[in-house]
């Protein structure tokens, strides 16, 4: 039997289902959280062998300790994980120390984690990736800037989601974001590139092959949601585009990926622009974890699947028999408290009671880019989608 940490089980709420289907193989499944064991969710409690609680998970010696806890009571780990982008790093620590030599390790992250250490990794695998400048002084940003042009994009080289990021369109927003930045955090500066992101999601096996590929476009720069308080749009596609397949596999082999859920980011120009033509892929970043929210059970939903098996039987097997069924979309909608919309709860219900899969109020660390109220719906057309989004989006006149 194999001994698996998993960290964080119970953050995100639906990540309890990795644990599920981790048992279910015959997996002995090991938590660590900072959650008192009575609250958490029955599901979870029954997808676990045994629970280890930290009073905080930002401690590192007190995980530290669990993890050695478990290695005393149950012998040698084989696997440690969270799928989580903000422990993606400690993880890799921790199966440095521990000699867990099932997935990245210590010496692995610069790059995974860095974004101008990306850059050289997508050009071996031919892909095209904005030009870049790491922040100092006044003068070379100034350089650069004379040399791309405004505006630019300004964000922490090793960052989680669009947190502290920046659109530069003038010398004042420079002065500005030079003095306010955070003091000893390295900042990345980027041509702008006006486009829409298409992902890359997939579960590799350990020879660096997909056993399931899919993915997602988002519409909307999530920087823009974030520091606008727009709405949050992005639909899982019905079929892959065979150029961001082809981009995704060769990234894959790039990057040297293997045995992981994994979610890359692409750009697709929306016009000509120096670095391509309009429709071009032009590389955004890697994410060696699942997309996050509710994105796999958006999976599941698109293609009659369930990735969290798939991975689990990946963690236990290196394969997997589950099937993939019918296709179509799925699309989330992420709605803000302080809009007025067209269409009440109740009207979105009613219109679309057979294709919701999913809706309710997402948890506070999750609203600035996911919006306050979510709705999950799946779709078999483009049409279809798309009047989704036009209904939900709609916001009353000032009039009105």
């Given at each position: 039997m194999k001994n698996v940490i998993f960290i964080s089980p119970n953050f995100p709420t639906n990540y309890w289902q990795f644990c599920r289907e981790l048992k279910k193989n015959g997996m002995n499944v090991l938590g660590i959280g900072d959650q008192p064991y009575d609250e958490l969710s029955q599901d979870l409690k029954d997808s676990l062998n045994e629970y280890y609680k930290v009073s905080n998970l930002e401690n590192d010696d007190e995980v530290?300790?669990?993890?050695?806890?478990?290695?005393?009571?149950?012998?040698?780990?084989?696997?440690?994980?969270?799928?989580?982008?903000?422990?993606?790093?400690?993880?890799?620590?921790?199966?440095?120390?521990?000699?867990?030599?099932?997935?990245?390790?210590?010496?692995?992250?610069?790059?995974?984690?860095?974004?101008?250490?990306?850059?050289?990794?997508?050009?071996?695998?031919?892909?095209?990736?904005?030009?870049?400048?790491?922040?100092?002084?006044?003068?070379?940003c100034t350089a650069f800037i004379r040399e791309v042009g405004y505006p630019v994009i300004v964000k922490p080289d090793n960052g989680v989601g669009a947190a502290h990021t920046y659109k530069l369109s003038d010398k004042d927003e420079l002065l500005r974001f030079l003095h306010e930045r955070h003091p000893g955090t390295p900042y990345i500066m980027e041509e702008f590139i006006d486009a829409e992101?298409?992902?890359?999601?997939?579960?590799?096996?350990?020879?660096?092959?997909?056993?399931?590929?899919?993915?997602?476009?988002?519409?909307?720069?999530?920087?823009?949601?974030?520091?606008?308080?727009?709405?949050?749009?992005?639909?899982?596609?019905?079929?892959?585009p065979a150029d961001v397949l082809n981009a995704g596999r060769a990234a894959v082999k790039s990057f040297g990926v293997k045995s992981r859920f994994v979610h890359f980011e692409f750009f697709r120009l929306l016009k000509e622009q120096p670095i391509g033509k309009k429709g071009d892929l032009v590389a955004?970043?890697?994410?060696?974890?699942?997309?996050?929210?509710?994105?796999?059970?958006?999976?599941?939903?698109?293609?009659?699947?369930?990735?969290?098996?798939?991975?689990?039987?990946?963690?236990?097997?290196?394969?997997?028999?589950?099937?993939?069924?019918?296709?179509?979309?799925?699309?989330?909608?992420?709605?803000?408290?302080?809009?007025?919309?067209?269409?009440?709860?109740?009207?979105?219900l009613e219109k679309y009671?057979?294709?919701?899969?999913?809706?309710?109020?997402?948890?506070?660390?999750?609203?600035?880019?996911?919006?306050?109220?979510?709705?999950?719906?799946?779709?078999?057309?483009?049409?279809?989608?798309?009047?989704?989004?036009?209904?939900?989006?709609?916001?009353?006149?000032?009039?009105?």
């Open positions: 530290y300790r669990g993890i050695a806890f478990f290695i005393y009571k149950h012998g040698r780990i084989d696997w440690l994980e969270s799928n989580n982008e903000y422990w993606l790093e400690r993880d890799a620590r921790f199966r440095t120390d521990f000699h867990i030599t099932s997935g990245f390790q210590e010496e692995d992250i610069p790059r995974i984690k860095f974004k101008s250490k990306m850059k050289e990794y997508y050009r071996i695998a031919g892909i095209p990736a904005a030009r870049y400048h790491l922040v100092d002084d006044e003068r070379s992101v298409n992902s890359y999601d997939a579960i590799i096996d350990s020879h660096g092959n997909p056993m399931f590929e899919t993915g997602n476009v988002t519409p909307c720069s999530i920087m823009d949601i974030v520091n606008n308080g727009d709405n949050s749009i992005y639909y899982i596609v019905k079929k892959l955004l970043e890697v994410n060696m974890r699942p997309c996050g929210g509710f994105t796999p059970d958006m999976i599941n939903f698109a293609h009659n699947t369930d990735v969290y098996k798939i991975w689990a039987d990946m963690i236990a097997f290196d394969q997997s028999t589950k099937l993939v069924g019918e296709h179509g979309y799925c699309a989330f909608a992420g709605l803000r408290d302080e809009k007025n919309y067209v269409m009440r709860r109740e009207e979105i009671k057979n294709r919701i899969k999913m809706e309710g109020r997402l948890p506070e660390v999750l609203a600035d880019a996911m919006g306050n109220h979510m709705y999950i719906a799946t779709f078999k057309t483009k049409k279809e989608l798309d009047g989704f989004y036009r209904d939900l989006l709609a916001e009353k006149k000032d009039a009105d």
